[in-house]
């Protein structure tokens, strides 16, 4: 199972570590905290319960021309579907 929640400053290093583990394109730390710091509502991870460990993120933003959510990543190697 795994939990939704708003993300915190401390969860970015997570964020990033299940970025770089999954996916071939990369963000560096500061494009992290540049979105919480200017969208942090619109900023959510999901972890499993125990272990805490970030499977994925949702980064969303509000643009003057559109709203919507910019990236939504799962690292499905790490979630346990059944």
């Known amino acids: 199972m795994v939990s939704v929640r708003p993300a915190h400053v401390s969860d970015l290093l997570g964020m990033q570590a299940c ?3 999954c996916l071939p394109e990369n ?3 500061k494009y992290y905290l540049l979105h919480e710091l200017s969208w942090s509502p619109l900023l959510y991870i999901a972890e499993e319960p125990f272990s805490k460990k970030i ?3 949702v980064l969303a933003k509000i643009d003057e021309d559109a709203e919507g ?3 939504f990543f799962v690292c499905l ?6």
Request: proline share 0%; aromatic share 34%; with cysteine.
């Open 19 to 21: 970025n770089l583990f």
């Open 27 to 29: 963000y560096q730390l």
């Open 55 to 57: 499977v994925g993120y």
């Open 69 to 71: 959510v910019f990236c």
């Open 77 to 82: 190697f790490d979630i346990c579907l059944f």
